[in-house]
Nanobody, 123 residues
Framework: QLQASGGGLVQAGGSLTLSCAAS????????MGWFRQAPGKEREFVAT????????DYADFVKGRFTISRDNAKNLLYLQMNSLKPEDTAVYYC??????????????????WGQGTQVTVSS
């Protein structure tokens, strides 16, 4: 089970940190990711992190602004979001995948999903 939190309303240029708490399974066995879905749009990949946290990858539109991290001892996943833009407004979902690293951006490879947390960035 995944539980995302930390969303909210922030002004453009501001920051938010999302958290995702995992329970019930061996968190360190899963590659973790963040995806988002804006109204009227398809869900899109945001960021991913490998099982041991040693590798990360980002969508081009968040590179340099967002940072994904994890704490396997605490079963927690994070997404630090800086320099937020109105176009970052979306519901953000954390997800877990048992697939290989090469599939890290494919949402269909993620078996477990959190409930989503709303991020709204005002201009």
């Amino acid at each position: 089970q995944l539980q995302a939190s930390g969303g909210g309303l922030v002004q453009a240029g501001g920051s938010l940190t999302l958290s995702c708490a995992a329970s019930g399974r061996a968190f360190s066995n899963y590659q973790m990711g963040w995806f988002r879905q804006a109204p009227g749009k398809e869900r899109e990949f945001v960021a991913t992190i490998s099982r041991n946290g040693g590798s990360t990858d980002y969508a081009d539109f968040v590179k340099g602004r967002f940072t994904i991290s994890r704490d396997n001892a605490k079963n927690l996943l994070y997404l630090q979001m800086n320099s937020l833009k109105p176009e970052d407004t979306a519901v953000y979902y954390c997800a877990a995948s048992s697939s290989i690293w090469s599939t890290r951006k494919e949402s269909r490879r993620y078996s477990y999903w959190g409930q989503g947390t709303q991020v709204t960035v005002s201009s």
